[in-house]
């Protein structure tokens, strides 16, 4: 790297350092996620070939940091639902009780994910066995609309359309669940 554009790294570094790893620790969880963050960012900084062509320099770190930060939420696994779930010999969809379970210790959180678990395969259970396969398939498995089209060699709008009788049909069944909580 030409002394230059070192003295200017570092001049960038010292000016925005302290900022910059305070906004990054602000949105993420755990602060080795920070540091990798604002490493990477730096990182980015001296791959940089046209830094004087960078019009607001502070706006471009703010702009990486936060597309690194997006990046590491996107990199994330959840728990998928589909790990808790399993289909009983009768066809229906049924729930392990894992997820019932509350690591939070809060009792009123407890009840209500158990309401919702049991009222959302209970009304997945109601839906035309097309329209819960469809739903499953897309919203649990991950699988592409299009994908499932090319799997039951269906049209796509009509796997489309079937998805959305069951959405509308889960959010009728749902909709208490949902006022529920916003009440509190």
């Not at 980015?44 to 004087?52: I, V």
């Not at 960078?54 to 940091?65: D, K």
């Not at 779930?85 to 049924?94: K, L, P, R, S």
Request: net charge negative; aromatic share 8%; hydrophobic share 40%.
């Amino acid at each position: 790297m030409p002394r230059r554009k070192a003295r200017l790294t570092s001049e960038i570094i010292k000016e925005f350092g302290v900022q910059l790893s305070i906004f990054i620790t602000g949105r993420v969880h755990q602060n080795q996620d920070a540091q990798d963050i604002l490493q990477d960012v730096w990182y980015q900084l001296s791959r940089l070939t046209n830094m004087d062509e960078v019009e607001n320099i502070g706006a471009w770190l703010y702009r990486v940091a936060r597309n690194k930060i997006t990046d590491l939420y996107r990199k994330q696994t959840n728990d998928l639902l589909e790990d808790y779930t399993y289909e009983a010999e009768d066809g229906t969809i049924e729930i392990r009780d894992i997820l019932l379970l509350d690591t939070t210790n809060d009792p009123e959180l407890a009840l209500y994910k158990k309401a919702f678990w049991e009222a959302l395969l209970i009304a997945l259970n109601e839906l035309p066995a097309l329209q819960r396969e469809v739903f499953v398939l897309n919203e649990i498995d991950g699988v592409t609309l299009k994908e499932i089209a090319d799997r039951q060699q269906e049209n796509i709008k009509t796997i489309i359309s079937r998805k959305g009788y069951a959405v509308k049909h889960l959010r009728k069944k749902l909709h208490y669940l949902h006022n529920d909580l916003n009440k509190h």
